[in-house]
């Protein structure tokens, strides 16, 4: 079975090193990064590496953009979120 690609979209540092722990310790679903903020995930999510993301763990709870502000600026087709 392929790895599932994925990334984090948080605003707080431990809350990442928390879920990169989960991530990390499952044979079937891969960390390509994780953001800060959701703009620079947009901007990630464009890109060609990007379009290979397939899990979105999500902040729902972030300055700037929401999680839900972020899952309407995003084309969201053959991508699960995962709100946290």
Same mark, same amino acid.
């Given at each position: 079975? $392929?790895?599932?690609?994925?990334?984090?979209?948080?605003?707080?540092?431990?809350?990442?090193?928390?879920?990169?722990g989960y991530i990390s310790r499952t044979n079937d679903v891969c #960390?390509?990064? $994780? /953001? @800060?903020? $959701?703009?620079?995930?947009?901007?990630? #999510?464009?890109?060609?590496?990007?379009? @290979?993301?397939?899990?979105?763990? #999500?902040?729902?709870?972030?300055? %700037?953009?929401?999680?839900?502000? /972020?899952?309407?600026?995003?084309? #969201?087709?053959?991508? %699960?979120?995962?709100?946290?």
């Amino acid at each position: 079975m $392929a790895r599932m690609t994925c990334i984090i979209v948080d605003d707080d540092v431990f809350s990442t090193k928390i879920m990169s722990g989960y991530i990390s310790r499952t044979n079937d679903v891969c #960390l390509i990064q $994780a /953001f @800060s903020n $959701a703009i620079d995930a947009i901007n990630f #999510l464009s890109s060609n590496e990007g379009r @290979s993301v397939g899990i979105i763990f #999500l902040d729902i709870e972030m300055p %700037e953009m929401s999680g839900i502000e /972020f899952m309407r600026a995003i084309d #969201l087709a053959g991508k %699960e979120v995962v709100i946290y």
